[in-house]
């Protein structure tokens, strides 16, 4: 199989890394950064590297894997998924799939499949010089697939998912992800942000523990990435907030109530939701990054 | 020197292991669990147990630390703390700082030496069967001593912080120590209590990644200690909370407004913050137990 990453960084970096001594598989990539291409050629992660889409042949590939920033996927889609040959996998890794779905749409009828993906796998810090071959392991791989996909390019897919040390593959249409993408990664990362600007951050050295380098981590995000991302989906995200703004509330006046049983009652319901979410998915079992 | 543990669950196990193998230390410990005792006993980690203060010879020890909730520490202090000898160490490992020290300062004049303290280590899951010899490794370790501890105690104290693994001994006053943790501790747990609040939870099971998993972790907690802990430091939590839900504010009004470039703007300075903190403290050598 002829698979083209199109970006290495640390996304696209750490698949090619992770899909190093896959069976049968011709790995390039297209990628600007002229360092990264040397030492992924180096590497031997990948077999050929151009710098632009319009050089490389995009034409003979089985797989082209997007693994660039939302906006610019839905550029690098307009612009180059015609060449693909019919059959081909267009596949990606965005953090939001109703715009480039919107984007593949606008190309009907096109020669491709279409099998968008959503690794839940990151760092706050991106680039190749972070990118590892082991990003993956233990993480859900998220796919939607547009509905005509066969079944022969969606086992392929999971299989490469398998090979990479995926937890799972979890199928879902673009406006679910988007959803649930909300609240389980964009409303994370917000919380995250507004937590560090509480005016006690740097009052604290020290004082940290687990916690808070756990609810806080990804706050050092790449700004870019994360615009593009959260307005994409901001109404959606926006709502989140509200509604995590109202659930705070509750707390605080809990708190000023001094009624120490309606606390402790709401502690205990709030800590019950989440073990029972932990019991029934077995999380315990994933890799987290952190 | 010989050192008693009064409580044997998760913090008070992990440092009876953490302490096996320290030069010159008896440790004995107090706990009510029948199995505990003899699990600790047959691991060689204590020398003795009590169920009891009561049965426990208080008077002859040269440390004695309580790892033990809050409103226990100072049932605990109130009642027995009197039976230390001159000089003993009277130290504990309390969340929250000044409850127990206007305890020790109802006693005054008192012949032990009070020197409190908090190692910023912990898991969601307590009890002596989740204890582990490494839970204090790269952790802070806050020490709140009293105005006239001498210098030998000290020494004494940094030398076991040091010997069980702690990345550092940072030293404050307990009102601080307690405004400072309802940041970086309360606050989290608050946060991830909230977060596990909203509606769509159980419809996310597969597309957590690690943000999730970083900022909910802590939601699974012991109901009873940490409604001791938010009550005991109530309307500066509160305060916090608030504060919380008007940066939150200012990410939705963003969102809603359009305004992608002051989105942007806003971005880059909250992860400037988050970043600067992280490259001043050298976050990444630091353990976390996620």
């Known amino acids: 199989m002829k698979l083209m990453i199109v970006g290495l960084g640390l996304i696209g970096g750490s698949m090619a890394m992770a899909l ?67 059959g081909a996998i267009l596949t990606d890794v965005c953090g939001v799939k109703q715009p480039l779905k919107a984007a593949i749409d606008a190309l009907a009828p096109h020669p491709f499949i279409y099998l968008g993906g959503h690794p839940m796998a990151g760092k706050e810090r991106g680039s190749f010089a972070n990118a590892t071959p082991d990003l993956y392991r233990g993480s859900h791989y998220i796919l939607v697939p547009d509905t005509d996909v066969p079944d022969s390019a969606m086992q392929a897919m999971k299989q490469m998912i398998h090979f990479i040390g995926c937890a799972d593959t979890i199928i879902t249409t673009p406006a679910e992800h988007d959803a649930r993408i909300g609240y389980t990664s964009q409303l994370m990362h917000v919380m995250a942000l507004a937590l560090c600007d509480q005016h006690l951050l740097f009052d604290s050295y020290g004082f940290e523990g687990g916690s808070f380098r756990g609810a806080t981590r990804v706050a050092a995000l790449d700004p870019e990435l994360w615009c593009e991302l959260f307005s994409a989906n901001r109404e959606p995200l926006a709502d989140l907030i509200d509604e995590l703004r109202d659930n705070l509330q509750i707390y605080a006046d809990l708190l000023r109530s001094g009624d120490r049983s309606a606390l402790l009652e709401r502690l205990r319901t709030s800590s019950d939701r989440k073990k029972a979410f932990d019991a029934e998915r077995g999380l315990d079992r994933l890799h987290s990054p952190l």
Chains 1, 2 share one sequence.
């Open 20 to 86: 190093r001594n896959y069976p049968d598989l011709e790995c390039t990539a297209v990628t600007r950064n002229e360092v990264t291409r040397a030492e992924a050629l180096r590497m031997g992660i990948i077999k050929s590297a151009w710098p632009t889409p319009d050089d490389a042949p995009i034409e003979n590939q089985d797989m082209l894997m997007l693994c660039l920033p939302p906006d610019a996927c839905v550029d690098f889609v307009s612009r180059h998924a015609m060449r693909l040959k019919k």
